[in-house]
């Protein structure tokens, strides 16, 4: 099984809709490969810029409420995994792009307001390690280390430890 974590992008904005993650005029595009240079183009945050190192390294999305409304497209959760993101952890999620990034293997990890602001606290050279087996992830940075628990599903975790969906289907019918 694949390892989750990594260098932590943090989004402060709440309501990133999959229009902003993988803008609609790349749907056409036949492989996952060719969405990789378009992550997040269209977002608009201040100081943002999609092409920086901090965007181009991450392994985690750290964002707020809300997260991948709008059109429900698996795009969006394919152009993170083609750039290295396989974990996003918001306050809430649009269902449909929350259950794509589990049918994708990736995990979508939704934890109260209260500890979404705990992790924005350690803006600035964060790493993420995920302990998938017990449920738990770490923070580290400048600032310390910080561990939480969070919740998931028996079955969306089934998902992610098949590797997807597909292989699920695969390895169950």
């Given amino acids: 099984m694949k390892e989750f974590g990594g260098k932590v992008l943090f989004l402060d904005r709440s309501d990133i809709n999959t229009d902003e993650i993988i803008p609609a005029k790349y749907l056409t595009e036949i492989s996952k490969e060719a969405l990789k240079p378009h992550m997040l183009e269209d977002l608009k945050l201040e100081g943002f810029d999609p092409r920086s190192p901090e965007a181009k390294e991450a392994g985690v999305i750290v964002t707020r409420a809300n997260f991948g ?29 929350r259950q794509n990034m589990f049918n994708c293997g ?6 109260p307001g ?15 390690s995920v302990d998938f087996k017990n449920d738990r992830l770490t ?35």
């Fill in 114 to 128: 209260e500890t979404i602001e705990k992790l924005f606290a350690h803006r600035g050279g964060a790493k993420i």
């Fill in 106 to 111: 990736m995990l979508a990890i939704e934890l």
């Fill in 139 to 173: 923070i580290e940075s400048a600032k310390g280390k910080e561990t939480f628990d969070y919740p998931i599903s028996g079955f969306d975790k089934a998902l992610v430890e098949a590797g997807g969906w597909v292989d699920f289907a695969d390895a169950k019918y």
């Fill in 69 to 97: 409304c709008g059109s429900s497209r698996e795009h969006a959760p394919w152009v993170f995994e083609v750039n290295d993101i396989n974990v996003v952890i918001a306050s809430s999620y649009a269902r449909i792009f």
